[in-house]
């Protein structure tokens, strides 16, 4: 896959039971990594995609249980999208009506169908259907069936209140190129397979987003390794003037952060080394997986994490 696009979405989320069953057993994803935020060690970090958790993939959560609700608003991200089969969106309809899943009727978007839905905390969410949905990226392994399954990310929708600043980041650094318009949307595409698009909406002045349960708390975009990341920091500061944190180790990939020009928190991360460094690939999710400096307080952990499966 092209190194260009979507690393991975992490967003907040209410009880950890809740959102593991959602995604597991109504989507379909695989828990690939039960860690906690390494930043708040008293909060899980769930991490869900394919089999190996490949970049493009990866929905990632901080569970809060008693978090008061998120608002979507400018500065934040309005959708995140999965890829399905084309034919597959009428098969999730009718499992979204079985389920109680609140969602909208089918829709179409820029040429392509679309089945917009939300997450028990109410995060925005959509399927979108692709001819060459990539059957590698399905993970089989859990209950929906193979042919229907999600492979990875199709994009997220960014509200901004103008593009071009965004639009900016977006084809300087990251490699994107516009692809289409739809009134206030723009949609920019990078090659990658799987997490390929960013729509901005253009929205003008509007109601400021609100974090919380629901809500996304950053998007992270992909760098091959090390050198790729400085190479888009270098731009990053020098080109656009923008500040830009250390490099961060997250045990499985390496980050830095920044605010891009229309307010959201974007994240620079590696794709090496990958979630295989402390768990063959048959285990993962299975145990809860900590990095050397928190392992010395584990016991603690625990006791403050509530229970999941």
């Known amino acids: 896959m092209s190194q260009n696009g979507i690393h991975h979405v992490t967003a907040f989320s209410g009880a950890a039971a809740r959102n593991l069953d959602f995604y597991t057993d109504t989507l379909g994803l695989r828990l690939v990594k039960k860690t906690v935020n390494f930043d708040d060690p008293g909060t899980y970090h769930l991490y869900y995609g394919d089999e190996t958790g490949r970049p493009g993939t990866i ?3 901080f569970p809060i ?3 008061a609700p998120g608002r979507v608003g400018i500065g934040e991200t309005q959708e995140t999208a999965f890829r399905v089969p084309r034919s597959s969106i009428g098969w999730w309809t009718h499992r979204f009506v079985e389920k109680g899943i609140t969602h909208e009727a089918p829709a179409r978007a820029f040429g392509e169908p679309i089945l917009r839905f939300r997450d028990p905390d109410g995060l925005m969410l959509a399927l979108i259907g692709v001819e060459a949905p990539g059957d590698d990226l399905a993970w089989t392994g ?4 193979a042919e229907h399954a999600i492979r990875g990310f199709h994009g997220v929708t960014l ?4 593009a071009g600043p965004t639009a900016a980041i977006l084809t300087d650094v990251f490699g994107f190129a516009e692809a289409g318009r739809e009134g206030v949307a723009t949609r920019y595409a990078s090659g990658a397979e799987a997490g390929g698009f960013v729509t901005l909406r253009a929205v003008g002045e509007f109601l400021p987003g609100r974090q919380g349960a629901g809500s996304v708390h950053h998007i992270a975009f992909r760098a091959a390794d090390d050198a790729a990341q400085s190479a888009m920091v270098a731009k990053l500061t020098g080109t656009h003037g923008l500040g830009v944190t250390e490099q961060r180790d997250r045990q499985y990939f390496r980050s830095v952060y920044f605010r891009e020009p229309g307010g959201v928190l974007f994240e620079i991360a590696t794709d090496v080394p990958g979630f295989g460094v402390d768990e063959p690939v048959d285990a993962l999710g299975r145990a809860l997986k900590l990095p050397a400096f928190l392992e010395p307080h584990r016991a603690q952990i625990e006791a403050r994490l509530p229970q999941v499966a």
Do not use: D, K, M, N
Request: net charge neutral.
């Open 65 to 67: 249980t008693h978090a």
């Open 159 to 162: 509200l901004v209140r103008e």
């Open 142 to 145: 859990g209950a929906i069936p």
């Open 59 to 61: 929905l990632t959560f």
